[in-house]
């Protein structure tokens, strides 16, 4: 457990670093303070392709990652599970997908910033045109914001995997995601496991269906 001295001292080294492809840097208690250090040399570095830092306690600190992301050219996927991230700063890491040229792949489960920070998810992404593949809400406390997210999935035409199991989205919530992964040209898994919806209409079901049967 590095804790945010270590990470401190670790950023400034990645942040010249320019050979490191991959790193797993979870459960070292980070900290908001580790968190800012990391992101300020993420935005520096110029190598780094994957980042798993799940489980450091980022919370505000991962609001970090807003600059990191709008300025990093490498970084494809980043994993900022479990972080105690609210719905503010959930709205700057959205903002930096959003202005991001690599990022395909984001995991932000388990931090419960529920539909505030779900609607402004959705709404960064539907501003602009992204490059993600795969996008992970799993246990976030989302309710009714599937409607949103829904709308922003023509922003995100590469996307091919969209995770929301384990939260509370309605059935209206439901039908406007089936819907729109039925009309979109890649998404392909669509998990909406364990969540309040309940028997979709069937014209939902078909369309939904179709598409699946002919990817």
């Given at each position: 457990e590095l804790g945010k001295i270590g990470a401190a001292a670790f950023?400034?080294?990645l942040a010249k670093n320019s050979t490191l492809r991959t790193l797993h840097f979870?459960?070292?208690?980070?900290?908001?303070?580790?968190?800012?250090?990391?992101?300020?040399?993420?935005?520096?570095?110029?190598g780094l392709t994957s980042?798993?830092?799940s489980q450091n306690e980022l919370g505000e600190g991962a609001a970090a990652f807003r600059d990191a992301l709008a300025s990093n050219r490498t970084l494809t996927a980043l994993?900022?599970?479990?972080?105690?991230?609210?719905?503010?700063?959930?709205?700057?890491?959205?903002?930096?997908?959003?202005?991001?040229?690599?990022?395909?792949?984001?995991?932000?489960?388990?931090?419960?910033?529920?539909?505030?920070?779900?609607d402004a998810l959705a709404a960064a992404l539907r501003s602009a045109p992204n490059g993600l593949t795969e996008l992970s809400l799993v246990r976030c406390g989302l309710r009714t914001c599937g409607?949103?997210?829904?709308?922003?999935?023509?922003?995100s035409a590469?996307?091919?995997?969209?995770?929301?199991?384990?939260n509370d989205l309605d059935d209206a919530s439901g039908v406007a995601l089936c819907d729109a992964t039925a009309a979109h040209p890649a998404l392909?898994?669509?998990d909406l496991s364990s969540n309040a919806i309940g028997a979709l209409p069937i014209e939902c079901q078909l369309r939904l269906a179709h598409k699946l049967a002919d990817p």
């Open positions: 950023a400034r080294a979870e459960r070292n208690e980070l900290l908001p303070e580790g968190g800012r250090a990391l992101g300020a040399a993420l935005a520096a570095n110029v980042l798993n830092v994993d900022l599970s479990q972080n105690g991230i609210g719905a503010d700063a959930c709205a700057e890491i959205a903002a930096g997908v959003a202005g991001s040229p690599t990022l395909a792949t984001l995991i932000l489960d388990r931090n419960a910033f529920g539909d505030a920070g779900g409607a949103a997210l829904a709308a922003a999935l023509p922003a590469g996307l091919r995997t969209l995770r929301l199991s384990r392909h898994t669509l």
